[in-house]
């Protein structure tokens, strides 16, 4: 079972960048999808969680109503748009994986089983 986290890179402040997760080995559909980030000397936060079945949603308040969290399970990826990004959003990004099932429409936001490596985000002010 393997995550793959893509998208990351340098923006300015006030810009938007797109994450992905894509999975391989396995379908993610029977998966609910957190992602996390972890800025330097800092916790880990958990930053957005979605679904297996993509109805429900949730945000960390520092990120609510910038970021969206979205998933394709034609393509087997989740997506996190981050758009109005600021300096403080700069961390490296993690999407972790845990099975619930088809169309599970429970939110998990802790004890994932499966973790990918992690996209680095910078932005500049």
């Known amino acids: 079972v393997q995550l793959q986290a893509s998208g990351g890179g340098l923006v300015q402040a006030g810009g938007s960048l797109r994450l992905s997760c894509a999975a391989s080995?396995?379908?993610?559909?029977?998966?609910?999808i957190g992602w996390f980030r972890r800025a330097p000397g800092k916790e880990r936060e958990g930053v957005s969680f979605?679904?297996?079945?993509?109805?429900?949603?949730y945000y960390a308040d520092s990120v609510k109503g910038r970021f969206t969290i979205s998933r394709d399970n034609d393509k087997n990826t989740v997506y996190l748009q981050m758009n109005g990004l600021k300096p403080e959003d700069t961390a490296v990004y993690y999407c972790?994986?845990?099975?619930?099932?088809?169309?599970?429409?429970?939110?998990?936001?802790?004890?994932?089983?499966?973790w990918g490596q992690g996209t680095l985000v910078t932005v500049s002010s």
């Open positions: 979605i679904s297996s079945s993509g109805s429900n949603t």
């Open positions: 972790a994986a845990q099975e619930l099932g088809l169309n599970s429409n429970v939110i998990v936001t802790a004890n994932f089983d499966y």
């Open positions: 080995e396995f379908t993610l559909d029977l998966y609910a």
